[in-house]
Nanobody, 120 residues
Framework: QVQLVESGGGLVQAGGSLRLSCAAS????????MGWFRQAPGKEREFVAA????????RYADSMKGRFTISRDNAKNTAYLQMNSLKPEDTAVYHC?????????????WGQGTQVTVSS
């Protein structure tokens, strides 16, 4: 069992940046691929980015390429999502996920999420 806790969300103006963190429990973090997803009110959950356990492979949703960067620090059991040039349409609850069962979209473990609000 893996527990995930996201942090780093908040209110930011359009054009600003935020870095989200996802802290994972357990001693096998480096074995797990990690993903970030988001869900805006009234919309379905949307894939944002994913990273392999070693960190050597990443995937991004087309709309996030060039603005968002996923990374991980296996020594700290933490994954990150650096978000730059934020837009109001990026407003959503952002969830991290661990242990992909169908790369890069399906995962076994999910966090509760952190709210990101981008004002215009």
């Amino acid at each position: 069992q893996v527990q995930l806790v996201e942090s780093g969300g908040g209110l930011v103006q359009a054009g600003g940046s935020l870095r989200l963190s996802c802290a994972a429990s357990g001693r096998t973090f480096s074995r797990y691929s990690m993903g970030w997803f988001r869900q805006a009110p009234g919309k379905e959950r949307e894939f944002v980015a994913a990273i392999a356990g070693s960190g050597g492979m990443t995937r991004y949703a087309d709309s996030m390429k060039g603005r968002f960067t996923i990374s991980r620090d296996n020594a700290k059991n933490t994954a990150y999502l650096q978000m730059n040039s934020l837009k109001p349409e990026d407003t959503a609850v952002y969830h991290c996920a661990a242990n992909s069962t169908r790369w890069p979209y399906d995962y076994a473990y999910w966090g509760q999420g952190t709210q990101v609000t981008v004002s215009s």
